[in-house]
């Protein structure tokens, strides 16, 4: 994570200095293609490192699918219907629920919330229009969630809704002074390269 975060800085970095140098003199083609493509790899082995101490919004969970199983087995519904074993799913990190097949949603929403606390709870509702397998279950999501969540930590997406743990104060300066050094840094290199293919 921390290589692809420096690469996304030097992708940024080498699409200003391209800039800079088809502006300065557009016939330079080969400096141009280098000063593209150079940047993500160098800011990526420089930084990497560096972003890849960044902390995480809260301390994780070391097991969230089970605790996700064990905290929700209680509203299996029976073979064929909806289970904890089929319907909670896992990258390793986040938690995606499945609320298809469910009768009892906004028990399942709300004990789920308790996980969001400290992982990413994704929850499978579909698109919520008339062609939906249950065209009701988005909205019956969103009442729970809305109600008992910040703004900040729920996301709608086109087929879920995501609810985060909430950013602790350590992690919000923390990336409040990364980004107060890139904003100052990457204008500053920028314009030493137009003085340097000015000349």
């Given at each position: 994570m921390g290589l692809?975060?420096?690469?996304?800085?030097?992708?940024?970095?080498?699409?200003?200095l391209a800039t800079i140098s088809?502006?300065?003199d557009a016939e330079e083609i080969k400096r141009t293609i280098y000063l593209i493509c150079l940047p993500p790899f160098i800011v990526s082995i420089l930084l990497g490192p560096f972003l890849a101490k960044r902390?995480?919004?809260?301390?994780?969970?070391?097991?969230?699918?089970?605790?996700?199983?064990?905290?929700?087995?209680?509203?299996?519904?029976?073979?064929?219907?909806?289970?904890?074993?089929s319907h909670i799913s896992s990258d390793g990190m986040n938690i995606r629920i499945?609320?298809?097949?469910?009768?009892?949603?906004?028990?399942?929403v709300e004990a789920a919330l308790e996980l969001a606390d400290t992982t990413t709870v994704k929850f499978?509702?579909?698109?919520?229009?008339?062609?939906?397998?249950s065209p009701e279950l988005r909205d019956r999501v969103?009442?729970?969630v809305e109600s008992k969540v910040n703004i900040l930590r729920r996301t709608r997406k086109v087929k879920s809704i995501e609810v985060s743990p909430e950013k602790t104060r350590e992690y919000n300066e923390y990336q409040s002074k990364l980004n107060k050094v890139?904003?100052?840094?990457?204008?500053?290199?920028?314009?030493?390269?137009?003085?340097?293919?000015?000349?």
């Open positions: 692809q975060a420096g690469a996304l800085i030097g992708l940024y970095l080498g699409f200003s088809v502006l300065t902390r995480r919004p809260v301390k994780l969970s070391k097991k969230p699918l089970e605790e996700a199983r064990e905290l929700l087995t209680r509203f299996n519904e029976g073979q064929g219907s909806w289970r904890v074993l499945d609320l298809h097949n469910l009768k009892n949603v906004e028990g399942v499978i509702v579909g698109k919520g229009n008339a062609k939906s397998t969103l009442s729970v890139l904003f100052t840094l990457l204008p500053i290199v920028s314009f030493l390269a137009w003085l340097e293919m000015k000349k």
